[in-house]
């Protein structure tokens, strides 16, 4: 998100400098502490996306703290997406503007993102040909059977949304040992092997992120997040794809029309 130094709001007041303590028996590194407290901020509500922050020798100066603990807790919300830097603009409050894409529809992450006018991508975080007797029940197969398993984390405009578990059942689509991992799964599957996804059943939960959940989406303690499970069909109604996707809650918002 780059908003330009005239748009940002200006500097903290003083008294906000009041919600911030560091206190010096916690176990807790200061810079932690200190990230914790603004994150709590922005998740309120009280920094709001475009709030401009103090330097950090301000900040430090304000909560006699060094400027090494300033610094690390500013990278660690730039890294986990919360603060952008933008130049004589300053440190500037970021939050993930929240997707609503619509269910109702079978579509892919990147059609999804798309339809929302952001640009999608992803980083594979573990790829194989895999046995597993607990996969091959969902699927109805024998337990020796072999799936395509991936973990990717997808990203809306580099933002991570999902870290996405998924399952591709290689007996009836074996040409998907083709796949490079770049670009739609569904348009590989629909132009190259001819097997177009046609339908699926999808449930959605309610979960906190579990320890690599959280190490991908930048948090530094459990967040509540949303678990959709999906198995995906061909038309002739054959699983084709089982997907476990835990999506950011902070970010991600389905709307579903009723009739």
């Given at each position: 998100?780059?908003?330009?130094?005239?748009?940002?709001?200006?500097?903290?007041?003083?008294?906000?400098?009041?919600?911030?303590?560091?206190?010096?028996?916690?176990?807790?590194?200061?810079?932690?502490?200190?990230?914790?407290?603004?994150?709590?901020?922005?998740?309120?509500?009280?920094?709001?996306?475009?709030?401009?922050?103090p330097s950090e020798r301000v900040l430090a100066?304000?909560?006699?703290?060094?400027?090494?603990?300033?610094?690390?807790?500013?990278?660690?919300?730039?890294?986990?997406?919360?603060?952008?830097?933008?130049?004589?603009?300053?440190?500037?409050?970021?939050?993930?503007?929240?997707?609503?894409?619509?269910?109702?529809?079978?579509?892919?992450?990147?059609?999804?993102?798309?339809?929302?006018?952001?640009?999608?991508?992803?980083?594979?975080?573990?790829?194989?040909?895999?046995?597993?007797?607990?996969?091959?029940c969902i699927f109805k197969r024998p337990s020796?059977?072999?799936?395509?398993?991936?973990?990717?984390?997808?990203?809306?405009?580099?933002?991570?949304?999902?870290?996405?578990?998924?399952?591709?059942?290689?007996?009836?689509?074996?040409?998907?040992?083709?796949?490079?991992?770049?670009?739609?799964?569904?348009?590989?599957?629909?132009?190259?092997?001819?097997?177009?996804?046609?339908?699926?059943?999808?449930?959605?939960?309610?979960?906190?992120?579990?320890?690599?959940?959280?190490?991908?989406?930048?948090?530094?303690?459990?967040?509540?997040?949303?678990?959709?499970?999906?198995?995906?069909?061909?038309?002739?109604?054959?699983?084709?794809?089982?997907?476990?996707?835990?999506?950011?809650?902070?970010?991600?918002?389905?709307k579903l029309k009723l009739r």
């Amino acid at each position: 998100m780059n908003i330009p130094h005239s748009s940002a709001k200006t500097i903290l007041p003083p008294k906000l400098f009041d919600q911030l303590k560091i206190s010096e028996q916690s176990s807790e590194p200061a810079y932690l502490q200190l990230k914790r407290q603004i994150d709590a901020l922005i998740d309120n509500g009280v920094l709001e996306t475009g709030h401009n922050l103090p330097s950090e020798r301000v900040l430090a100066e304000a909560l006699s703290v060094s400027r090494t603990t300033v610094k690390r807790c500013y990278d660690e919300l730039r890294n986990s997406q919360r603060l952008s830097t933008h130049g004589r603009g300053g440190t500037i409050v970021q939050s993930p503007s929240r997707v609503n894409p619509t269910l109702g529809k079978l579509k892919g992450f990147t059609e999804e993102m798309r339809e929302q006018g952001k640009v999608a991508s992803s980083r594979v975080l573990e790829y194989g040909i895999v046995s597993e007797r607990t996969i091959a029940c969902i699927f109805k197969r024998p337990s020796a059977a072999i799936f395509l398993h991936i973990i990717r984390l997808r990203l809306a405009d580099n933002v991570p949304m999902t870290r996405e578990v998924a399952w591709y059942d290689l007996s009836a689509v074996p040409d998907l040992e083709k796949w490079d991992t770049s670009g739609s799964i569904y348009t590989f599957l629909q132009d190259t092997c001819g097997i177009p996804l046609v339908y699926a059943e999808q449930t959605i939960e309610a979960v906190i992120s579990n320890e690599k959940e959280a190490e991908v989406f930048g948090f530094d303690k459990p967040e509540p997040c949303l678990l959709l499970k999906r198995h995906s069909y061909s038309a002739s109604g054959q699983l084709i794809e089982y997907v476990e996707g835990t999506f950011r809650g902070d970010a991600y918002v389905y709307k579903l029309k009723l009739r």
